[in-house]
């Protein structure tokens, strides 16, 4: 479905807009070796070094998914891409939502943009990905990013990792299409960055030490305090302290 459908452009603002801009069907991939303003979650840029990185976003159109549960989605594009990695040798975890980290390291980020029908499913969506591959100097203030080349020592070829990753999109998303949900929610909390593990978080209350116990099938974010209170969180409600 997605390998064969695969458009290389040289640059672009962000391959989301990008692939929207071409009135996409079901499958669609843009990928760029350059984008001017890629986005990343909570408004931030993605720093990406021209011809060593994969930026690229995939469109599909999810209907059978209630828009209560497109939480799904963005589980499926993160394993994904964990899928992909582990296939190089490189294990990797998921930050709550779909950040994608090597040890305390980000290595990957996606931005996923929904449209909703009238009946409350999904019409479409569009899965921007940026994963560091080759680059090995970051110059922005990021403060913890890694690439593959950078883990391995190893120059990978970037179109052998794309299709790496739509192959394990693929198959993800077919299990997602299939009603399997629980298995990639299983996997997902596998694989969950902290899962059960005590570190410093910040909230709206300020800086407190909890463990995650659970993501609910929206997305929704359950942490536990060392008192025994547990809190809920939507997305960009809480902040994982980073070490540095």
């Not at 976003?57 to 990695?85: G, M, R």
Request: aromatic residues 10%; contains cysteine.
């Amino acid at each position: 479905m997605l390998q064969t459908n695969i458009i290389h452009i040289e640059e672009t603002g962000s391959t989301n807009d990008a692939i929207r801009e071409r009135k996409p069907t079901h499958g669609m991939v843009v990928a760029a070796e350059w984008q001017q303003a890629g986005r990343g979650q909570k408004g931030n840029s993605w720093e990406s070094e021209r011809g060593e990185n994969l930026l690229f976003s995939i469109y599909v159109t999810p209907k059978f998914l209630p828009c209560q549960q497109q939480f799904f989605l963005s589980q499926a594009a993160a394993l994904a891409v964990t899928d992909a990695l582990a296939e190089e040798g490189i294990e990797a975890k998921i930050k709550w939502p779909n950040d994608i980290y090597a040890g305390d390291r980000k290595i990957a980020g996606m931005l996923i943009e929904n449209s909703v029908g009238m009946n409350g499913s999904l019409l479409d969506s569009i899965i921007g990905i940026g994963l560091n591959v080759n680059q090995t100097k970051f110059i922005s203030n990021a403060p913890n990013p890694v690439s593959m080349k950078q883990l391995t020592g190893k120059t990978f070829d970037r179109e052998e990792v794309l299709n790496h990753i739509l192959k394990a999109f693929e198959k993800r998303y077919d299990a997602l299409e299939a009603g399997r949900w629980e298995a990639g929610r299983e996997d997902y909390l596998e694989r969950l960055y902290r899962w059960k593990e005590q570190h410093p978080f910040r909230d709206a209350q300020g800086v407190f030490t909890g463990e995650i116990i659970q993501v609910e099938a929206d997305g929704t974010l359950w942490v536990k305090r060392e008192n025994g209170q547990v809190g809920k969180y939507l997305f960009k409600q809480i902040e994982f302290i980073l070490p540095r």
